[in-house]
């Protein structure tokens, strides 16, 4: 029991590890505890970009090393400690980056299907947000169909992911100030995918051995992620399944059920789970889960595709990262269905001590031990109805020991920046101006995006909570995605009544609005709805001309995945101050690491750092929040805010 405590503060996963222990069943929170992190390759001085090496040039104990001995701490070719760890972390934003656009453009194909008739089942549901964005494409829209201009807008968008030269086109989404500086500083992206490949060249042996420069390409490859790979995927997904709004869900492993087949869908693209949610209500499949002995078909999701289905679906999600072999350890799990990204291969082992089937659908993502059935989008209804039947069919299997934790709770999901801009501004009048009005009048102390991993090697869902908790307390308002969301909705602070945890100025906005303080806004991808809100807060003025200029900061507590770093990347060279937890990957080099940590801000405006303190990192963010109030000459409103009748009066009226 102590032990599993000390793994979570979520009793759902802390009852699954005490069960897991009795069963002798191993998960990641066990496999953690045995593999010890490698000392020199978790600060990035571990080479083995060629067969010279690998080569180790780490620090001598105690990190202080003289000019002599630094001499010797190279690889075989000269690699200076600061050009492996440059290399390193580029290679680290490459691989995020071609996940996130990979995902984008597997979502543009699934687009361009829909559009030409060729997949049955999908149809475009956003017809307002497609025909905004042929306007933006300058597209033709006159007296065509929707599908023919959507054949128009997904060529167009496809071609983002091979362009050659020029600039992606969504950069010009960006305030004005930051597109030059991206040219200035000569990183705005020409095409998505030729950046990450440019990287991968780059840090090939013997190619470009200049930490500055390396990085520099690295920003240019994460800027093509975040608004172009990603940006491109939240778009074409939001025109084709909807963009999301407002929807009451619930969340964790409660919402698994003793007497259904339990059918889990996890990864990250939409299109497969979108179908499942349909299929899995048709009466047909239900009547046969019946004849199976089953009381009807519990689709439930887990990582960034659970928010996907909840937001557009109000498909409950059954918990985050750390989670998944826990969901299996419930005994009562028929399938966990699986796409790309975050699926541990650890699940196909778990699976052997229970009758959970594992499926992979996507060919780029096979697990040795797993059922393979692919998923066609041209065929797709078919394929998910042989999904969820294989799932179905193995309901008689279960065995006698099962046990679904009765924790789960509550949330509101589904802020796209849209309903943001809707529920702020109202339907005739949509616009940011309340929020920077609240900014300005200090009731909001800033805006802060808290998003990210699990990580076994800090406690489950702890560094979330702790800093987002500490983050509302002091008036700071928190959009979260991917896991980082799942772990506050967990703990209560996706609902309005968690205002009761925030400041008074922030706890005021919040129930004249009817939002909570921490607003759910998606999935990893959506990260890219961030960058948008940010851009729309520029322009409706009041605070500064450049992303840079806001009160806003972002952080990753938890992160464990290569994307995270390209999302971090991408925020940092958008000029945001982005903290993260757990390890920072270039901590081998001192030169990289000033470089990310200081010199970043004179050039982008906006840098890293590194705390893995979820409170001690809650208050850098503050003060680089404060830091920005008063460059923009809004910090001696905040001193004002004391709330009398009439203040609440004017506040409600506003
Ligand atoms: Fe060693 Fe240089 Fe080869 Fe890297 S590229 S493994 S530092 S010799
Ligand atoms: S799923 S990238 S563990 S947030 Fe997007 Fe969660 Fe991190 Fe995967």
Known sequence: MAKAKGRSIDIATIKMLEKAEKEKVYTAFDRAEVIQPCPVGMVGSCCKHCSMGPCRVSLPAGGMETPEERRFRIGVCGATAETIAARNFARMIAAGAAAHSDHGRRVAEAFLAVAKSEAAGYEIKDEQKLLQLALELGIDIGERTNQEIAVDVGEILM?????QEGELLFLKRAPLKRQ?????????????????????????????????????????????????????????????????????????????????????????????????????????????????????????????????????????????????????????????????????????????????????????????GATHMDFDDLNAVETAKAIVKAAIDNFPNRGKNIHIPTEKADLIAGFSHETINYLLGGLYRASYRPLNDNIINGRIRGV?????????????????????KELIKHDVLVIQTGCSAMACAKAGLMVPEAAQYAGEGLASVCETVGIPPVLHMGACVDNSRILIAATAMVKDGGL??????????????????????????????????????????????KEVTDFLFKDFEEAYGGKWAFEPDPIRAAHLMIEHIDKKRKALGIDKARERVLYDMEMRRELAGA
């Open 544 to 589: 500064g001309d450049d992303i840079s200029d806001l009160p806003v900061a972002g952080a990753a507590p938890e992160w464990m995945s290569e994307k995270a770093i390209s999302i971090g990347q991408y925020f940092v060279a958008s000029g945001v101050f982005t903290v993260f937890g757990v390890n920072w990957p270039t901590l081998g080099s």
């Open 180 to 368: 030059e500086l991206w040219r200035k500083l000569g990183v705005a992206p020409r095409g998505i995918d030729r950046e990450v490949v440019e990287i991968m060249h780059r840090t090939h042996m013997g190619t470009d051995q200049d930490y500055q420069d390396l990085i520099k390409q690295g920003s240019r490859t994460a800027l093509s992620d975040g608004w172009g790979g990603s940006m491109i995927a939240t778009d074409l997904q939001d025109v084709l399944f909807g963009t999301p709004a407002p929807v009451l869900g619930q969340i964790n492993l409660g919402v698994l059920k003793e007497d259904e087949v339990n059918l889990i869908v996890h990864g990250h693209e939409p299109q497969l789970a979108e179908m499942l949610a349909v299929v899995s209500q048709d009466p047909e499949m239900i009547e046969y889960a019946k004849s199976k002995g089953a009381k009807g078909i519990n689709l439930a999701g887990m990582c960034c595709t659970a928010n996907e289905v909840l937001m557009r679906h109000g498909v409950p999600i059954a918990g985050n990262f750390l989670q998944q072999e826990l969901a299996i350890v419930t005994g009562a799990l028929e399938a966990i269905v699986v796409d790309v990204q975050c699926i541990m291969q650890g699940l196909a082992d778990v699976a052997q001590c229970y009758h959970t089937k594992v499926i992979t659908t996507d060919p780029r993502a096979k697990i040795e």
């Open 159 to 163: 071609k983002e992911f091979g362009r």
């Open 448 to 468: 802060a995006g808290v998003v990210g991993c699990n990580n076994p090697r800090v406690k489950h869902d702890d560094v979330h909570v702790a800093m987002v």
